[in-house]
């Protein structure tokens, strides 16, 4: 790996992040990292400063596309003000020091992929939605729309972007699905709320590819759902976990009240769903890994 590399990650110790080092490794692609940290990875690593507006200047060498996946995890706490605050300036802020960063010097980035969630939506219910629905008035729709806008600048110094609004991320390590497995395990697997709020999952093998799609294919521009094709609803998830694991599913659910009373708002990523389409990324010729429930979550229990 040489010290220059065509593309930036931000973001790359995430959970997507990491997954998405591992296939540019295994597909022989060059890449650096930016981080808040200083850590020692398979790759160049530069150490920036988002809140001090600061960007090593020599991280943009001979890079072409820049990957953003940085932003505090969204159920990592409860939702105080303060930690609201926290989870939106670690989206934006990050944009707008690229941003401010590149408009001020030389560089050779042509294209922006930059992360958002279906979150955007708010809680659409049953109907279902593709990119040209409004964000919703929630916390999480109003997170998602200054999260868009500030990587939509990127167009305004000539380059190209896509934003994918990513579903609900299935992956073995990290997000939601080893909780939902632990519980599961204990033998408490139960729908939340009415069991009936649509989840719009994506296998964690399909966010990385999309992203390497889209840093591949010039003709992709704007907002892409990263979903796959076949969404069920919170009864039928939790359901097919169980079946998975060979454990019961237990006809009632979690009460919502229980749900806000422990979690507070943050029991919306939980009680709201969004059906989302994911026909404009078909339609650029993706072909999906994993497009059934039930075997994406063989390949990671």
Known sequence: MTKDAGILITGATGLIGTRLRNHLFSEKMQYSILSRNSVKLECPVFQWNPEENAVPPNAFNNVHTIVNLAGTGIADKKWSEKRKKEILRSRVDGLDTL??????????????VSASAIGFYGNSGITGVDESRDAGNDFLGKICREWEEAAMRFEKLGIRVVILRIGFVLAKDGGALPVLKKQVGLFAGSAFGTGEQIISWIHIDDVCQLILQSIRDDKMNGVYNAVAS???????????????????????????????????????IVLFGQNVSNKKVLNTGYKFLHSDLKESLQTLM
């Open 99 to 112: 941003y401010n960063s590149l408009k001020s010097g030389d560089h050779s980035v042509k294209t922006l």
């Open 230 to 268: 076949f969404p069920v609803t919170n009864k039928e998830f939790i359901r097919s976990i169980a079946h998975t694991m060979h454990r019961p599913f237990w006809p009632i659910p979690v009460p919502a009240f229980m749900l806000r009373l422990i979690l507070g708002e943050k029991a919306d």
